[in-house]
């Protein structure tokens, strides 16, 4: 009988410290998109140059992919002094504090306690004295985690804990996007400041020349109103290249958290000298969009409602709570460890929900609407993330098709001005044909810079719609 006893105290000891999960069975959503991007016309994205491997998306690095040395100096200023990038990092701090203080409802809290008194009353007719003396240690209101709910809600927090750490790998990527885009701009406004420079030279080496064929009785007043109409408008651009340069710089050093090095200012590079950012290969998976951090967090914070049913689910059932100490007491110190002064308590107690007016139904249907909810939103995240990397890809190919185009433009208008500038110094064209020419070659100039400042801003989204490289993050 004895041995009987033993094994029933065993199982139900077994069964306190496990419980039962009433938390539904995690599953996965089907992802709500296409195998492959291929089946968005975009299989003419380019594919790895002969000899040069393909690297997989995933183990791309932010170095990997923006190789510029000044760019990789910003990019890692940035990591360490952007503000919005350290809040972020103290609200993951402050979500993993949380966790560790809802995983430490698993476990009894003990503490420990002692006091003496001594005091001196009037018995009857006489005086007399009194001495207590106590010393315990015990666990106050430890709930038995029978049917999972402090283990549901310890999930529930370690979930949200996981989300907000992607969401700073979300914010990483961002900041290292908005940083080369940044960047990139500052290097075409520069460019553009220059060309704008030596257009107005030109414009006014035009207007110079106006002038003294005017005086000379070769030109009429119309050629010098039009090459002056000309001239003012290149020294409006200039200002507002000026300007934008220097508000490029201003949102720069916001970006990067602390003041620019002196050397970039300087440098004198040029945005038709930085390189494509990547090899992308031809046919990507769709399977690759569950390594975005934005998506992986959805999945998160999924999970975290999963886990919140079951805590739901457990507020129906019985709540069992210990309380229980045990020490020493005596009415003298001197005495307070002999035998014969152990001291002990123990107080089980016990809450059955009766009647409450639905309100646990309640409860359990938002917890379960919740999840929904959080799947409908981790569903919306994937489609948005593969029509973002679908536009991204067919970009790629499509911006390339587009700046060889534009350079031949470039070409063209080079030797339509130059064409147009020796038929009017020989008298064969009007000056009109000639600022045709001047304006046509400016403008042509400007076109082929933005282009390629968007065929780079197209790579940096591609980086950034496909979620960054994560081992940086561990590096």
């Not at 001239?231 to 949102?251: G, P």
């Not at 290969?281 to 967090?297: C, K």
């Not at 016990?350 to 309640?362: C, D, Q």
């Not at 339509?416 to 045709?436: H, I, K, P």
């Amino acid at each position: 009988m004895n041995n009987r006893y033993k094994k029933l105290a065993a199982a139900i000891a077994l069964f306190a410290l496990s419980g039962c999960a009433m938390a539904p069975q995690y599953q996965r959503p089907e992802m709500p998109v296409a195998d492959t991007f291929a089946e968005r016309n975009i299989s003419a994205a380019p594919s790895a140059e002969e000899g040069v491997p393909t690297k997989s998306v995933a183990t791309l690095g932010w170095r990997d992919v923006f190789i510029d040395p000044a760019l990789q100096q910003l990019i890692e200023t940035a990591l360490l002094n952007n503000r919005d990038l350290r809040e972020t990092a103290l609200n993951v701090a402050s979500y993993q504090a949380q966790y560790r203080i809802q995983r430490s409802a698993l476990l009894p809290s003990v503490d420990g306690s002692g006091y003496g008194t001594k005091q001196r009353s009037l018995t009857g007719t006489s005086l007399s004295t009194s001495e207590a003396y106590s010393l315990e240690i015990g666990a106050t209101a430890y709930e038995l985690d029978f049917y999972g709910r402090i283990r549901s809600l310890k999930d529930q927090a370690l979930e949200q804990y996981l989300a907000m750490e992607e969401t700073q790998k979300s914010a990483q990527i961002s900041l290292i996007a908005e940083v080369s885009t940044a960047y990139f701009t500052w290097l075409a406004d520069r460019e553009l400041l220059q060309i704008s420079e030596d257009t107005r030279k030109v414009e006014e080496g035009s207007y110079e020349l106006i002038v003294q064929r005017v005086d000379a009785g070769i030109a009429n007043e119309l050629d010098l109103a039009q090459a002056r109409t000309s001239l003012e408008t290149v020294k409006a651009n200039l200002a507002m290249y000026r300007r934008l340069v220097a508000e490029d710089l201003h949102y720069l050093t916001f970006l990067v958290g602390t003041s620019l090095p002196d050397r970039l200012q300087e440098a004198k590079g040029l945005l038709s000298s930085v390189a494509p950012l990547s090899i992308i290969p031809e046919d990507l998976s769709s399977e690759v969009l569950l390594q975005r951090p934005d998506i992986m967090a959805a999945e998160h914070e999924l999970k975290g409602a999963n886990a919140n049913i079951g805590a739901a689910r457990a507020a129906f059932f019985p709540t069992i709570s210990l309380t229980a100490s045990a020490g020493v007491i005596s009415t003298d110190l001197s005495n307070l460890f002999d035998g014969g002064s152990g001291a002990w308590a123990f107080t089980p107690s016990l809450s059955v929900p009766i009647f409450n007016s639905g309100k646990l139904r309640a409860e359990l249907d938002v917890a379960e609407v919740q999840k929904e909810i959080y799947v409908s939103r981790y569903e919306n995240a994937i489609q948005r993330a593969f029509q973002e990397v679908a536009d991204s890809l067919v970009g790629i190919k499509t911006y390339e098709e587009q700046v060889v185009a534009q350079k031949a433009n470039l070409a063209a208008n080079e030797q339509y001005f130059n064409l147009a500038r020796n038929r009017y110094q020989e008298g064969v064209d009007s000056f009109l044909t000639l600022l045709d020419a001047q304006r046509s070659l400016y403008s042509s100039k400007q076109a082929y810079l933005s282009l390629t400042l968007a065929q780079l801003e197209n790579q940096v989204d591609l980086y950034k719609v496909l979620g960054g490289g994560v081992k940086e993050y561990t590096e």
